[in-house]
């Protein structure tokens, strides 16, 4: 495997935390009150969504299993949620 083909995948694996982490790092930027800066939000978001994506490649086998997307919506939601300050 090529390195360009190997940054495609790991792409293409940690797409789902950077689109639902990025929607959610938008929603937050209305609220004042936020528990940390911009930028802290973002790094959590994204962090949190890789490690369950990297749990739901662990348990299963293998990604993509839509079971693992729910979990990456409802933890990342979740995290959203106590960064809102709530």
Do not use: C, N, S
Request: no cysteine.
């Amino acid at each position: 495997m090529t390195l360009w083909l190997l940054a495609e995948h790991a792409i293409g694996f940690l797409f789902p935390a950077l689109a639902v982490g990025g929607v959610l790092w938008l929603a937050l930027r209305t609220r004042r009150t936020a528990r940390l800066g911009p930028a802290a939000q973002a790094l959590v978001l994204v962090l949190v969504g890789t490690l369950v994506l990297l749990a739901g490649l662990l348990v299963f086998g293998r990604d993509g299993k839509m079971l693992t997307y729910a979990a990456l919506v409802l933890v990342q939601g979740t995290a959203g949620w106590w960064l809102r300050g709530r």
